[in-house]
Nanobody
Framework: QVQLVESGGGSVQAGGSLRLSCAASGYTPGGYCMGWFRQAPGKEREGVGVSNMGGGTTYYADSVKGRFTISQDNAKNTLYLQMNGLKPEDTAMYYC??????????????????WGQGTQVTVSS
C-alpha cells in the first residue's frame, strides 16, 4: 500500500519562503515519478512540478519557475518543494502525488495514482 505524507505548510507573508516535504512509503525504489500539485478554492487542481525519482529530470509550471525548487532524498524516499518569493496567488492546498509512470513533462493530475492528504499554504499580501 503506497502512502504519501506531506508536511511543512503554513502561513507566510508575500515574499516569504516555505518548504514542503512528502515522504513516500510502499513504493519500489526507483522507476517512479513524484510531483507537487495545488488547488485553490474554486479552481481546478494544477501541477506545480514533477520529478523522476532517482535523480531524473524535473519539470515545473511556468508560474513557479525560478521561485520553486523540487529536490529529492532517495534514501528517505522523500520529495521536497522549496518555495521562495511566495505570492498571494500561490495560496492553495498543496498535494504530493506519485505514479509508476515516467514523467517526460509536467503530467496532469489524472496521470497520478497515489495522493497525499494535502497541506495548506497561505500567502498574505
Amino acid at each position: 500500500q503506497v502512502q504519501l505524507v506531506e508536511s511543512g505548510g503554513g502561513s507566510v507573508q508575500a515574499g516569504g519562503s516555505l518548504r514542503l516535504s512528502c515522504a513516500a512509503s510502499g513504493y519500489t525504489p526507483g522507476g517512479y515519478c513524484m510531483g507537487w500539485f495545488r488547488q485553490a478554492p474554486g479552481k481546478e487542481r494544477e501541477g506545480v512540478g514533477v520529478s523522476n525519482m532517482g535523480g531524473g529530470t524535473t519539470y515545473y509550471a511556468d508560474s513557479v519557475k525560478g521561485r520553486f525548487t523540487i529536490s529529492q532524498d532517495n534514501a528517505k524516499n522523500t520529495l521536497y518543494l522549496q518555495m521562495n518569493g511566495l505570492k498571494p496567488e500561490d495560496t492553495a492546498m498543496y498535494y504530493c502525488a506519485a505514479t509508476y509512470s515516467y514523467c517526460y513533462m509536467l503530467l496532469p493530475p489524472e496521470k497520478f495514482r497515489s495522493w497525499g492528504q494535502g497541506t495548506q499554504v497561505t500567502v498574505s499580501s
